[in-house]
């Protein structure tokens, strides 16, 4: 009998909410003073700042310095810099005018790694774990109104053998690397909304939502809720209010049922629909806390035998993976970088991607919600585990992640943990085990509707792999070990140990250098023309098997890892473009297989000197998913071709030649051109 799970969600699109009402949302970024290093008074009003640096955020101290390559070259290493992993300081003053007195005050960060402590004019107000999730503090009684008031976060970004995650292949970047704004309300207010829809279908579709409100008064707040519902177009489809008390010094969660969708507007890759929400806490008709959100619906399924099902169709997940990092910006991207990443996935027809190994920016989200991209999202419990404190702390993260992102229609994953078997001792395998165990009862209990995985490159053990509702591989055969038709068997039979669980493909990938090539590699060189093979042949081998329900390239982007002694020092390059951005041969491969929009691309534009030979064939690949492709060399046509792959063997003339070739598709022509200079040997 099949194993299947349905969910059924229609979800929020914006985990930071749009306000309105009595709320403000202030963006503070500007105009912060950082120092690197230890103090013990950081937080002190009069401290000379004569040393310190005038930054805004987001912001890093290690954009540069993990690539430092002195400790393989410099005698005098020992007082040189290197991947500083330490504490750093920032301080800002702020005005509070009067007319803030009676409202809460909220300080709310999108991120800080990885530990962060929270003073404001020189007060203790809180210590947050973990550097990926979002957190804040009522700062409101610790302010002097019609002042200046100082705010000083001391983060750090050092090894804690409690804090996930210990190691990883990644760099472990330091700072305040994401938005950091002030919140204003009443003092009865919003802390959040959760939206689901237990029942969905073509026809119809039930919502409800589930308000958490605080009132902070001394005094009970006697009044209404009031929910909007609007269709993609803006036009408003329901409108429903509910009489509400709470009394003084107390919060309340409620759930109400609102008023069916009839014929909804389905959220898919294709037709990421969004639904807009408002909501509105209400004294006699008067706003005192107002959000506005966008929300899809949609349901789907995985199936163990027959894959993934969105909407009760089948749709083969294809993606990548994305670590947030990026050249010149260490993790400190500005807003608009991350919204230029996740359109370049799109772009390349991905319609899958894993947020790689923690929580990122609320931007993606919102992006992959508005774009229709579906997503794995994990926390970062990767490469080895620690003990009761280490256990805790990714609870508290796992609980942060989903109440934060739980509205998100893009989300359909939450991941676990990822590659903890590989390097525990055996006789501490059983710590991963608990830990798991653990993680996936939580999960399910913060939310009933979504699926729960862990990625795992070997077996070790009990299969640890039975305690999520999906099974993940990261194998990378023909890179590290084996063949790349090895990778297909070995997928068969971790298939057979449970045919009923749902199966997905988490990493594969091989390294490669923009620009560097080779003629018929015979082993893994970080040349193109490999990773072009790998791919293929991988790709082929998931296309090929039903069953495995989605698959994720490792990476879509080059990124830092301190770790890393590859072609480039501290740099994993298994991008499917480079550090900054730039694609690779195996980019266009994926898009000639991935993309509905028409596309061609003669291979390889990083490679314009060639040689050879006089006379001597020489092979030349354009990848296009068109209907039929032609070559022309030197004005002289070599002909069309209408299966894949698209390869001609060619005589170059010696010095210039240029290559043309054109795709047709649906009535479209695509073209692309080349020149390359061939130079003659003997």
């Given at each position: ?151 000083a976060v001391r983060v750090d970004n ?192 991905a319609n899958f991607l894993r947020l790689a ?326």
């Open positions: 009998m099949k194993s299947l799970f349905i969910i059924i969600l229609a979800l929020v699109i914006n985990t930071t909410f749009s306000y309105t009402g009595n709320r403000e949302k202030i963006n503070i970024n500007e105009d912060w003073f950082f120092i690197k290093g230890e103090l013990k008074t950081g937080f002190a009003k009069n401290l000379a700042l004569l040393e310190w640096e005038k930054v805004n955020l987001p912001h890093t101290w290690n954009v540069w310095d993990s690539f430092d390559t002195r400790v393989e070259e410099d005698s005098l290493f020992d007082i040189a810099e290197y991947y500083y992993r330490g504490p750093g300081w920032y301080r800002k003053e702020i005005f509070f005018p009067k007319s803030d007195k009676g409202k809460r005050i909220f300080i709310e960060f999108e991120a800080a790694n990885v530990l962060a402590d929270v003073w404001v004019n020189e007060i203790h107000v809180g210590q947050h774990i973990g550097g990926y999730s979002g957190f804040k503090y009522d700062i409101t009684d610790y302010l002097y109104y019609g002042k200046n008031n100082l705010i050092s090894f804690n053998y409690d804090i996930p995650p210990q190691r990883a292949d990644y760099t472990m970047y330091g700072g305040i690397y994401r938005d950091v704004y002030l919140v204003k309300t009443n003092q009865t207010y919003f802390e959040y909304v959760h939206i689901t829809t237990p029942k969905v279908s073509e026809k119809e579709a039930e919502i409800f939502i589930e308000p958490f409100i605080i009132n902070k008064s001394e005094n009970d707040f006697n009044g209404s809720l009031k929910f909007e519902v609007f269709d993609p177009v803006k036009k408003k489809i329901s409108e429903q209010s509910f009489e509400i008390s709470i009394k003084g010094k107390d919060s309340v969660k409620l759930k109400f049922d609102l008023a069916n969708v009839v014929d909804p507007k389905l959220w898919s890759p294709d037709s990421p629909n969004l639904y807009n929400f408002a909501a509105s806490i209400e004294i006699n008709s008067s706003s005192v806390d107002r959000i506005t959100n966008h929300f899809g619906i949609r349901w789907y399924e995985f199936d163990g035998q027959e894959g993934f099902f969105l909407n009760g169709s089948y749709l083969k997940l294809h993606g990548v993976n994305r670590h947030q990092d990026r050249y010149g910006y260490g993790n400190a991207l500005p807003n608009e970088l991350h919204r230029e990443d996740v359109r370049i996935i799109k772009d390349i027809g190994h923690y929580q990122q920016d609320p931007v993606v989200l919102n992006m992959c919600d508005s774009l229709g991209l579906l997503v794995w999202e994990e926390i970062p419990v990767i490469t080895s585990v620690g003990e009761d404190k280490f256990k805790e702390n990714a609870k508290s993260m796992l609980y942060e992640m989903i109440t934060q992102h739980y509205n998100h229609p893009s989300i359909i994953v939450w991941g676990l943990m990822n590659e903890t078997v590989r390097s525990q001792p055996n006789d501490r395998l059983h710590i991963n085990v608990e830990i798991c165990k653990e993680l996936s009862e939580m999960a399910k209990e913060l939310d009933t509707y979504r699926y729960t995985t862990q990625a795992q490159m070997r077996a070790r053990g009990e299969d640890i792999h039975k305690y999520t509702d999906i099974r993940a591989w990261n194998k990378y055969f023909g890179w590290y070990y084996d063949d790349f038709e090895d990778f297909g068997p070995f997928m068969d039979n971790e298939h057979a140990k449970d045919p009923n669980q749902p199966f997905i493909i988490s990493e594969y990938g091989a390294g490669s250098k923009l620009g560097y090539h080779v003629e018929n590699p015979t082993e893994p060189d970080f040349s193109e023309e490999w990773a072009l093979e790998f791919h293929r042949s991988h790709w082929e081998q998931i296309k090929a098997r039903k069953w495995i329900a989605g698959s994720t390239v490792w990476n879509m982007y080059d990124f830092a890892s301190d770790e890393k002694a590859g072609n480039e020092p501290h740099i994993n390059q298994k991008g499917l473009a480079s550090f900054d951005r730039k694609p690779k041969d195996v980019f266009y491969y994926y898009q000639s297989e991935w993309s509905k929009e028409p596309m061609i691309y003669i291979v390889s534009h990083t490679w314009l000197e060639r040689e050879g030979k006089k006379n001597e064939l020489k092979k030349l690949e354009v990848l296009s998913n068109c209907y039929e492709v032609e070559l022309v060399l030197n004005e002289k046509s070599f002909g069309t071709k209408t299966n894949k792959p698209f390869i001609w063997e060619i005589n170059y003339q010696p010095g210039k030649n240029i290559i043309k070739a054109m795709g047709i598709m649906k009535d479209v022509k695509v073209y692309d051109e080349l020149e390359i200079n061939y130079k003659v040997i003997d």
